[in-house]
């Protein structure tokens, strides 16, 4: 199975490194061409993890402040945001420090440097004034994507951020304007709000987050209404001027057009494939009209030899889903009949609450006239919730009707994004709801909810009483 190919994959990031290190673990000679000085890419080094990291601080704020009611009280927080960038700075380089060294241990050539294609089997690396011309067997492109924008707010990194400034902040301002209510959106909403900035989000459909169910997104919404200072839907940012004091946002909505002066802006209104800056044309790989490469199910491009792997190949732009791309596309090249065939990928927005899903959403299922069945199961009659003062939230699991096998599942409430792993595994498996009733999950914890649901769909729960 083992050969000598050189499989040569640009781009560092969670799908990037996890080809490179599979292909190495197979027997390929590779290297991996990375433009940043750290590996890792945006996921972490100024995405995911620092992103979670912040997260997970300002969750600690909000937890001390729900203990208030149960008797315990602490002083008011003192925020040193200097303090944060450094520990945040720390999580990264410690995780980038772990895949230099996986990467050592496998020979991996790392070859820092802006790749382009010369042709469909040579890439040109240009670091400095130092230029390298490399050619390969097998190429993988795992270029990933990058922060859109909008034409009236250039992004200056100072009054108007983008998803990577907005992490790096050395004090926290008096008030931001978020627009998009994405993933990033209302994640860095989040994280503000809890560090005591008034963050307004301005979002251009009539719903936050388009792609989750409603019923999950009104448990966040809720919330968000109590945290936030505005939440503007339906509503088209048209302009911006910089003025004393900030930033003057105008805005149009149903009722008319209103204008806003805030501290600082984040623009989060999705990204952009990273295919217009690695001379494609000379290979003759093919992309669509927003620059996405279109892939087959082995992640094969139109041109021979030439793979394509996470962002740059369209939705879901996730990191987890580019790790596994990353791994079915190494062992193509090797000759390992291998398939991007996944049942189910996870979906999780870091918010609090948390929102997950995998599976088929129950607005897909209906956009789609797909008949279903569906059990839900409040956290109000939930245990755990109840002890950790939580039970804002709902799981809800969408059967096949006739087998009632698992197709789709969606949470909001604390630590979704952990829950939704047994989810996923349940559709991967072609689990029936009979599956996951029977098996016994551990008490008190939020993983019975989702045994509870099943059990909900078989009216074998106890935990609830339904007529
Ligand atoms: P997004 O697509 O999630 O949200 C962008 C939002 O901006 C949309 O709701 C869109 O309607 C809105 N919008 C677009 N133009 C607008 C305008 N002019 N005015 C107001 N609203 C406007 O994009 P994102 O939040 O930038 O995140 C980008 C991608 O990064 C996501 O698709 C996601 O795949 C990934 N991501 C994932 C996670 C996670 O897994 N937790 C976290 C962050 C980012």
New binding site residues.
């Given amino acids: 199975m083992a050969n000598k190919n050189h499989v040569v994959v640009i781009g560092a990031g969670p799908g990037g490194y996890a080809a490179a290190f599979r292909a190495a673990d197979l027997g390929n000679k590779v290297t991996l061409i990375e433009k940043d000085e750290t590996l890792g890419g945006v996921c972490l080094n100024r ?2 993890i620092p ?1 979670k990291t912040l997260l997970h601080l300002s969750k600690t704020i909000d937890d001390v402040e729900s203990v208030k009611k149960a008797g315990i009280e602490f002083l008011e927080p003192k925020i040193d945001m200097k303090k944060i960038q450094v520990w945040k700075n720390r999580v990264i380089k410690k995780l980038g420090g772990g895949i230099k060294l996986l990467a050592k241990k496998r020979n991996v050539n790392i070859s820092h440097g802006e790749a382009s294609f010369i042709s469909d089997k040579s890439i040109k690396i240009i670091n400095k004034d130092k230029e390298e011309i490399i050619n390969f067997d097998q190429c993988i492109i795992a270029t990933g994507s990058r ?2 924008s ?1 034409p009236f707010l250039e992004i200056d990194h100072d009054q108007i951020l983008d ?1 990577t400034s907005v992490l790096s902040l050395n004090k926290i301002p008096k008030d931001m304007l978020v ?7 209302l ?1 860095m909403a989040t994280v503000y709000s809890s560090f005591g900035a008034e963050v307004s989000v ?4 009539p719903k936050l987050l ?1 792609g989750a169910d409603e019923d999950l997104v009104n448990i966040l919404n809720k919330k968000l209404k109590g945290k936030l200072n505005e939440i503007m839907v339906d509503t ?2 048209l302009g911006s001027k910089k003025v004393k004091g900030g930033i003057e946002v105008e805005m149009e909505s149903k009722t008319g057009i209103l204008s806003k002066i805030y501290e600082k802006i984040l623009v ?4 952009i494939p990273n295919t217009d800056n690695i001379s494609l044309g000379n290979t003759g790989v093919n992309v669509d009209k927003k620059g996405f490469i279109h892939v087959d199910e082995y992640r094969r491009t139109n041109i021979h030899g030439i793979y394509a792997i996470g962002d740059v190949t369209g ?4 990191a987890h889903k580019a790790t596994h791309e990353g791994k079915i596309a190494a062992e193509v090249c090797t000759g390992i009949p291998s398939a991007f065939e996944p049942q189910a990928i996870p ?4 918010t609090d609450p948390e929102i997950a899903w995998a599976g088929k959403t129950e607005n897909e299922l209906i956009e789609s006239n797909t008949p279903y069945e569906k059990a839900e199961f409040p956290w109000q009659a939930s245990g755990k919730a109840i002890s950790i003062d939580r039970t804002e939230g709902k799981t809800k699991i969408l059967f096949e009707p006739k087998s009632k096998r698992v197709i789709g599942v969606g949470i909001a409430g604390v630590n979704a994004g952990d829950l939704i792993g047994e989810a996923a595994l349940s559709i991967e498996m072609g689990c029936y709801a009979e599956d996951i009733a029977l098996t016994i999950h551990p008490h008190p914890t939020l993983t019975e909810n989702f045994s509870n649901t099943a059990e909900v769909m078989e009216k074998t729960i106890t935990d609830l009483y339904l007529k």
């Fill in positions: 995405g995911c992103s922060p859109n909008l998803s627009i998009g209510g994405g993933y990033i959106g994640e301005v979002e251009f459909l388009a088209k940012v989060s209104v999705g990204r939705d879901p732009m996730l979906a999780v927005i870091f």
